[in-house]
Every structure is written in C-alpha cells, then in structure tokens.
C-alpha cells in the first residue's frame, strides 16, 4: 500500500474472513474507504455487530461469560436467533475450537497451551479491547454479506482501488481452505478472470501448486514465493499474484505490507515471530531480525531471497 504514489480511494477485501489485512490498512490510514465482503453469515454476523450498536453487548457478553465446556456447548447448541447472539457464538468457537476453525466438524481445543484446554485461547478483556478499538477507524469502514466474486465483477471497471483477494485455497491438490471454511467452494477460473480485467490493483494470495500457477501464467499475472509460518511455526510456501510484484522485490527501498496476527490471534507468543495489531511495537523483528513493523515495513530482502512473510491466520 506505502508502494502507491497517491492513498487509494477504497481499499477492497471481497473475502474479509478476520479481515486482518483490512483492519490494517485502516489503523495505517493507508486508505480514504475500506470496503470488507465475507459470505459466510456466521462471520458476517461478527463483522455487523462490531460495526453496528450491539458492540458494547457484544462486549460485555464476551467479559461476563463464564466458559466451562458446558457453558460453551449450550451456546454453540442453541440456535442463535440474533445477529448479535450469532457473533458472541461465532467468536466463542474461534476461540475455543482447534485451530480456530469454524467449519462443521471441528472440535473443541482438547489440551491446548498448558494444557488450559478451551480456556488457551480465551482472553477475555483483551478480545474486548480489540473490538473496541475498532471503534475508532469505524467511520471508514464498510462491510457487505455477500458474495466476494460477484461484487469483484461490479467493480471491476474501477481504478481508484486497491484489492486484495485472500480466497479459500481449494483450487486443487490437498484443498486446505475445504477444512477451514464451511463456504469454500470457489470458481478459482472465474476469479482469476474477473481479477485479469480489473482495472484497479490487486494483490491475490494462495496456496503453491500447479494450478494456481498455470492460471497465473495464463493471465500473465507475476508471481512471487514467499514462506509463512503458520501459528504452529510450521513453514510453508504460498504465492503472491499480482500485475507486477517489483515493488517487493530485491530493492532496500521499498516495502512490502505490513502482514500482521490475525484479530482473534491475541495469546501472547514465545518468541517475537509476529506482529499483532496492538502489539507493533514489541512484536517487531522476527528470529532473523527482519522488520514486520507497521511503520517500518519490511525492508532488506535480499536478491533471490524468499520473502518471509508471518502467517495470517486465516481462521475468521
Ligand atoms: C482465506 S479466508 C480469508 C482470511 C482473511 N485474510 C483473514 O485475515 O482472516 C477466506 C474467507 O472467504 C470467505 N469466502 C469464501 N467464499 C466467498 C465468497 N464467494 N465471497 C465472499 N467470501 C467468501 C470464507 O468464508 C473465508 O472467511
């Protein structure tokens, strides 16, 4: 975004999840409107109820819930019939659920950090205080459910945006986004055909296989590997797509985004791998010194090097 010789009008992210890169851009001032799409009504209900008048509901039920297994299994039971109830439940299971995974069939965090079970990842205050910080960039912030490709071909003529599309990997091979996302079915073809006549910049991240790149390369989009660590320090691959990727490439000048802890994401780490959004100061350097700061940037890869990107959570 810091790569723009003028701050883009709106900042578009048609598959917002938690949205994580969004948040960022807004807190950064990197962008006049940021304009979130998720299509999942469970997240949806988050996002709604955050930027709408039930925020400090939201909070106080987060502060005053008392989790137990029992407790949590009650709330995830009954049928959620506000979309106020909908969100505290969607959160709940993000935090409680292993990998904090949403999509039908995951199961309760069974030992957990320390083995605190479901209570590893649930931090109460901070949670709230996360929430209510987005009250603040809350005036640029426009969300809409729906569906990310179609509004994707609405605006595609466009050119005061800066898109960023983080889909569901589910191309092919191993399908990880099929595990993590109970909305993971994707036209990946028609994406990457809308996304080739979009008028505005764009920056597509997925997962390293064939196809993606065979679809890359049919639209003579450039490509880049960059290694992610993933919450469990596991490294793996990924690509970033674009028009044209020099701006994060082999030059000390230039940057590349701040990629920052997912919103939900909020246990304290060991080691200072990542950044997390409140958290920019301490969280600076990674294990080899390299900047992930918001202000700073990433600066210094070398010639020929991985980019070494954190991981963002692609949970909620
Ligand atoms: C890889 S995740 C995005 C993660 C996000 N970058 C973050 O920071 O958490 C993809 C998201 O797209 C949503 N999604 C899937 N298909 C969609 C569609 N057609 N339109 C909008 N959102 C969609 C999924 O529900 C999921 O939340």
């Not at 009954?78 to 299971?93: G, M, N, Q, S, V």
């Not at 909305?183 to 996304?195: C, G």
């Not at 390369?217 to 020099?246: A, P, Q």
């Not at 990674?286 to 700073?296: D, K, L, P």
Request: proline share 4%.
């Amino acid at each position: 975004m810091k790569s723009f010789s003028t701050k883009p009008e709106y900042f578009v992210e048609p598959f917002l999840g938690g949205g994580i890169v969004s948040l960022t851009v807004a807190f950064e001032n990197l962008a006049e409107q940021i304009i979130m799409m998720e299509i999942d009504p469970n997240v949806a209900a988050v996002w709604e109820t955050i930027l709408g008048k039930d925020i400090d509901w939201l909070c106080d039920r987060i502060l005053s819930f008392n989790l137990t297994t029992e407790t949590a299994k009650e709330v995830i039971m009954k049928p959620a019939i506000t979309t106020k109830e909908l969100a505290f439940r969607t959160i709940l299971k993000n935090r409680i659920n292993h990998g904090g995974i949403l999509a039908d069939g995951s199961s309760f965090i069974n030992k957990g950090e320390k083995g605190k079970g479901i209570k590893s990842r649930w931090y109460p205050s901070t949670l709230c205080q996360r929430i209510q910080d987005i009250k603040l960039i809350k005036n640029i912030l426009i969300f809409k459910q729906g569906n990310g490709l179609n509004y994707l071909n609405e605006i595609m003529s466009q050119k005061n945006m800066a898109i960023f599309l983080d889909p569901p990997y589910t191309v092919c091979g191993k399908k990880p986004g099929s595990r993590l996302y109970k909305y993971n079915e994707l036209d990946h073809k028609l994406l990457f055909e809308i996304t080739a006549q979009t008028k505005s910049a764009f920056l597509m991240t997925y997962d390293n296989n064939i196809e993606v790149s065979d679809l890359a390369n049919k639209y003579k989009f450039d490509t880049e590997l960059v290694l992610m660590k993933s919450t469990h320090h596991r490294e793996i691959y990924e690509l970033l797509i674009s028009k044209n990727l020099d701006w994060c490439r082999n030059n000390d000048s230039q940057e590349i985004p701040l990629i920052t802890e997912d919103l939900y994401q909020i246990e304290p780490l060991e080691k200072p791998l990542f950044c997390n959004f409140n958290g920019v100061e301490e969280l600076r350097h990674n294990e080899a010194g390299r900047s992930f700061g918001a202000e700073a940037g990433m600066k210094g890869a070398n010639k020929n090097e991985v980019l070494q990107l954190p991981q963002i959570l692609s949970t909620l």
